[in-house]
């Protein structure tokens, strides 16, 4: 079974505070993507990350695809109580079908 | 446009029943996909379709069926209920790489 390792597993910060959190595996991906889930929701896409190396950035958010294409993470910057939820990465091999990470559930208090 | 429904919500079933799991999609997706999580993990990938009348087997696919008659409507069967299935259980459909996922249903076994 392909994995895709996520670190950390919980975060629960301050309103205001930086974080990162990553996806690690030992497989080679064609695409990355992040999602965010909230309680009693389904997942929804944030960014679909495809060159090694590649940065996206979205208002507060920046994701970056390792050189390898083995590994992204996400990083927010100031996080605000809205930012709370569970971050998804998942992983593409030329395929429509996704392998998910194990999840980071983050928890940001005013 | 709706996107991606499921019903129902959320059920209780007794240990040996059966139930079939709705899911409908209006965006006329050929891939769709049914996942279970876990609480508080990410999403396992029970089967999936790359059009109507093809179906193939996920990662976790033993104790459950599927069936896809039409482009619209991804129906997966529990025939005998075990309390290992107690899960949220999401249906998406796919355009692009990119996932669209439903609401969700509260699956409990007991």
């Known amino acids: 079974t392909q994995l895709l390792e996520q670190s950390p597993q919980f975060l629960s910060i301050q309103e205001g505070e930086n974080l990162t959190v990553y996806c690690n595996s030992s497989?080679?991906?064609?695409?990355l993507q992040w999602y965010r889930q909230e309680p009693g929701e389904g997942p929804v896409l944030l960014v679909t990350v495809v060159t090694g190396g590649e940065v996206k950035k979205l208002k507060r958010l920046t994701f970056q695809f390792g050189d390898a294409r083995k590994d992204s993470s996400l990083h927010i910057t100031a996080a605000q109580p809205g930012d709370t939820g569970l971050y998804l990465c998942?992983?593409?091999?030329?395929?429509?079908?996704?392998?998910f990470g194990t999840g980071t559930r983050l928890q940001v208090f005013p | 446009n709706a996107g991606v429904t499921q019903t129902p919500k959320f059920r209780i079933l007794k240990i040996g029943q059966s139930m079939t799991l709705q899911c409908a999609q209006d965006m006329n997706h050929n891939y769709m996909y049914w996942y279970r999580q876990d609480p508080g993990m990410g999403l396992k990938l029970i089967y999936y379709s790359v059009g109507a009348g093809i179906t193939d087997k996920g990662e976790v696919p033993n104790g459950y069926n599927v069936s896809r008659s039409t482009t619209e409507d991804f129906p997966l069967r529990l025939e005998l209920a075990a309390p290992s299935q107690t899960s949220v259980y999401f249906c998406?459909?796919?355009?692009?790489?990119?996932?669209?996922f439903g609401p969700g249903t509260r699956l409990t076994v007991l």
């Open positions: 497989s080679v991906f064609s695409s």
């Open positions: 998942a992983g593409a091999k030329n395929t429509d079908k996704l392998i």
């Open positions: 998406a459909s796919s355009y692009s790489y990119t996932q669209y």
